[in-house]
């Protein structure tokens, strides 16, 4: 788990919260039906990866660099559902 490799237990808490918002609302819209949902299995994926890269993989994780992907995240899940034509 990424987040739990956070020392700072603050800092740790409070992204604890804001992912698990975020994973809400994705989980929400992707398991509507794919005609109609706006968040695909590809945007996950590459959302999954996003933060594994930011993460690094040594035992110190990089916390900024984990925040900023978490609010390019959060960007692109509002311009998915909210700044799209309909299907």
Do not use: C
Not at 11 to 22: A, G, S, Y
């Amino acid at each position: 788990m990424i987040l739990g490799r956070i020392p700072e237990t603050e800092q740790r808490n409070n992204l604890t919260v804001r992912m698990n918002i975020l994973g809400r609302i994705v989980a929400a819209e992707w398991a509507k039906d794919n005609s109609v949902r706006r968040i695909s299995t590809g945007d996950v994926r590459r959302w999954r990866s996003w933060l594994r890269e930011a993460a690094g993989s040594g035992t110190e994780i990089r916390i900024r660099a984990v925040m900023d992907v978490i609010q390019r995240i959060e960007e692109a899940v509002r311009e998915s559902l909210f700044h799209t034509s309909w299907r």
